[in-house]
């Protein structure tokens, strides 16, 4: 069974940092594509970042670029966002989204339950 | 960037009625690289449909996609209670957007 397990959300002031985490199991992480989208409260999905499964290519949204950057480890079959210069517009659910395949082009067929990140001084 | 329409914002149906919810695209990537997913009050989003028109595992045949170029629907046959929720289409060829959504609440 697909697991994804998010943590590492929490309170942070503007121009602060953070770092989520996911925690895969029930596949071979290697194997696929990984993503972040998140959803602002009340507002519906936005892609955010995403990661091929060697995780030699990485693609950012416009609106994050510079300022959170995807990253994983295959060894521990982990996927990692890191943020920084947080505004209070990257308040957010974010959601770990595993792709349907290794590269492009992939759909997202699981999602996890998602790491509230709240910037707020 | 693909810009991703979706129509109408709200439904307002019965449970037993069908439901046809549209995505519109701003440009066509020549392919079928569409996607459906079912959001439901704080849950996260599932997979429906991908490939414009195939289901995803354990998916009900109710549900069911159409489409190519710019303009795709999903179709719900016959509304269950479990159904009222938000859905998005999403484009995963040339771009990864969503639409905005489209709200099926129970008239």
């Known amino acids: 069974e697909v697991q994804l397990s998010e943590s590492g959300g929490g309170l942070v002031q503007p121009g602060g940092s953070l770092r989520l985490s996911c925690a895969a199991s029930?596949?071979?992480?290697?194997?696929?594509?990984m993503g972040w989208v998140r959803q602002a409260p009340g507002k519906g999905l936005e892609w955010v970042s995403a990661?091929?499964?060697?995780?030699?290519?990485?693609y950012h949204a416009d609106s994050v670029k510079g300022r959170l950057i995807i990253s994983r480890d295959n060894s521990k079959n982990r996927l990692y966002l890191d943020m920084s210069s947080l505004r209070a517009e990257d308040t957010a659910v974010y959601y770990c989204?595993?792709?349907?395949?290794?590269?492009?082009?992939?759909?997202?067929?699981?999602w996890g339950q998602g790491a509230l990140v709240t910037v707020s001084s | 960037e693909i810009v991703l329409t979706q129509s109408p914002g709200t439904l307002s149906l019965s449970p037993g009625e069908r439901a046809t919810l549209s995505c519109r695209a701003s440009?066509?990537?020549?392919?079928?690289?569409l996607a459906w997913y079912q959001q439901k009050p704080g849950q996260a989003p599932r997979l429906l449909v991908y490939?414009?028109?195939s289901r995803a595992t354990g998916i009900p045949d109710r549900f069911s996609g159409s489409g190519s170029g710019t303009d795709f629907t999903l179709t719900i046959s016959r509304l269950e209670p479990e159904d009222f929720a938000v859905y998005y289409c999403?484009?995963?060829?040339?771009?990864?957007?969503f639409g905005q959504g489209t709200k099926v609440e129970v008239k």
């Open positions: 440009q066509s990537d020549r392919s079928s690289y």
């Open positions: 990661i091929t499964g060697g995780g030699g290519d990485t």
């Open positions: 490939g414009a028109s």
């Open positions: 999403q484009q995963y060829g040339s771009s990864r957007m």
């Open positions: 989204v595993k792709g349907s395949d290794t590269s492009r082009p992939y759909y997202f067929d699981f």
């Open positions: 029930g596949f071979i992480f290697s194997s696929y594509a």
